[in-house]
């Protein structure tokens, strides 16, 4: 099994809301990421969890943060967003965060309309 | 930083055509390079992974190569189909102490003219 799950599949949000977005995989990977991806754009990184810490942010937002309850999951939490956040939420997984890690694997995503 | 180029942005072919997408990267020192593709809204679907140590992989109609010196990687899509038409995109992950995370290419949508 090859999968990683994300719900919700869409999200419609107003600025003043509270909401998260949980992804999930059962593949024993240890690393799991969030990237945010805009339309006809490539997916930026966001976060990179390692053995369920926290490795890798790339200078995102507070409104928007990461948790990682145990190594089958991985949730983004979502505060005071605006518009300009609407995008392709992307969760992934590999083996292990380093070179070594193999293939990434990723989630259908969520569709975050900010309104 | 890693910047990793895709050309063509777009790509229109008739059925049945061979065709050749190409990545290109500015450092290097990478660990391995994996070809995705990704229909319109939805998620990647991982295609090949190709390390540094290698030169081609294969998958079925797909077949990537790499040469890392030069900073280059093309993916080969043989008798294309219909069903082919998606957006590719290639993502290199550099060694550690060099960026040890992936970087996207800019990507390719090919479409395949029944």
């Known amino acids: 099994d090859t999968e990683v799950t994300q719900t919700p599949k869409h999200l419609v949000m107003g600025m003043t809301n509270k909401k998260s977005l949980k992804c999930e995989q059962h593949?024993?990977?240890?690393?799991m990421y969030w990237y945010k991806q805009k339309a006809k754009k490539p997916p930026e990184l966001m976060f990179v969890?390692?053995?369920?810490?926290?490795?890798i942010n790339e200078s995102v937002p507070s409104r928007f943060s990461p948790e990682c309850p145990n190594s089958s999951l991985l949730n983004l939490h979502l505060h005071a967003l605006q518009p300009e956040d609407s995008a392709l939420y992307l969760c992934?997984?590999?083996?292990?965060?380093?070179?070594?890690?193999?293939?990434?694997?990723f989630g259908p995503g969520t569709r975050l309309t900010v309104t | 930083k890693q910047e990793v180029t895709q050309i063509p942005a777009a790509l229109s072919v008739p059925e049945g055509e061979n065709l050749v997408l190409n990545c290109s990267f500015t450092d290097s020192a990478i660990y391995n390079l994996q070809w995705f593709r990704q229909d319109p809204g939805k998620g990647l679907t991982s295609l090949l992974l190709?390390?540094?140590?290698?030169r081609e992989q294969t998958s079925g109609r797909l077949n990537a190569s790499l040469d890392k010196s030069s900073g280059r990687s093309t993916l080969y899509i043989a008798a294309s189909q219909p069903g082919d038409s998606a957006t590719y995109l290639c993502a290199v992950r550099g060694e550690p102490g060099a960026g040890n995370q992936f970087y996207f290419g800019t990507g390719t949508s090919l479409t395949v003219i029944p």
């Open positions: 992934a997984s590999s083996r292990l965060a380093g070179g070594r890690g193999g293939e990434q694997y």
């Open positions: 969890y390692s053995y369920e810490k926290l490795s």
């Open positions: 593949m024993g990977h240890r690393a």
């Open positions: 190709i390390q540094s140590s290698q």
